[in-house]
């Protein structure tokens, strides 16, 4: 596996991912999880609207009375706020790390922007990252040749390492994607070309900056 900080590295790796309300922009975030080498984040909202049913029955999550619930268990909640807040002190204490998750492109991340912009972190935040990958194009680009299904991140975990886990649960997703990053092993010049920022997430300028050359694009 590769850790946080492989010999080498010259940036420690963060491995996130969210669970929300539903699958359009407008969602709201109920889990945020993070993980690094052994270092991990699990934080739970509370969100103001119900879960949608779809996703209610992918994630198992569910309001009733303003109270979160997990497969019909209430979680301990924070804030929005203190979620973010205490996500940002995380990869702070990391050392600007490369962010990486799957399909975050153009779900996750753009959803984190808009809820940073509204509490005013997103300075704070990008201050805090040296960039972000999106797991989803990369694989493609390094298992093309497999004749793969999918590359949804659950059957990447089945096909390479041969295992099952308890998917769309963002603490064993991020846990299984550095277990797969690990695996895969991508070298920096395809990290580069799959790496980008929260100001190039909705813009065409992302393509050029992908295909640029880039310095110190993560572990080697």
Do not use: W
Not at 56 to 77: D, E, I, N, S
Not at 82 to 100: D, R
Request: glycine share 6%; hydrophobic share 40%; with cysteine.
């Amino acid at each position: 596996m590769q850790t946080a900080k492989s010999e080498g590295a010259q940036r420690p790796l963060v491995f996130f991912d969210l669970e929300t309300t539903g699958l359009d922009q407008q969602c709201e975030i109920v889990q945020l999880a993070a993980v690094s080498g052994l270092h991990s984040l699990n934080l739970y909202i509370s969100p103001r609207g119900p879960v949608q049913p779809g996703a209610a029955r992918v994630t198992g999550f569910r309001v009733r009375g303003r109270r979160l619930y997990l497969h019909h268990r209430p979680v301990l909640t924070n804030s929005l706020r203190e979620v973010l807040v205490s996500f940002i002190a995380f990869l702070q204490m990391l050392g600007h790390p490369l962010l990486i998750g799957h399909n975050i492109r153009h779900f996750d991340c753009p959803l984190l922007v808009r809820c940073l912009d509204q509490l005013q972190l997103r300075a704070e935040f990008e201050a805090s990252v040296s960039g972000c990958v999106d797991t989803l194009p990369l694989t493609r680009e390094l298992l093309k040749d497999r004749g793969l299904q999918s590359f949804g991140q659950e059957n990447l975990v089945r096909e390479l390492l041969g295992v099952n886990y308890k998917a769309h649960d963002a603490l064993e997703d991020v846990r299984a994607l550095q277990t797969l990053y690990g695996a895969l092993q991508p070298q920096p010049e395809v990290i580069c070309r799959h790496r980008f920022t929260l100001d190039t997430i909705s813009s065409k300028r992302a393509e050029t900056a992908a295909k640029a050359p880039c310095r110190n694009p993560g572990p080697q």
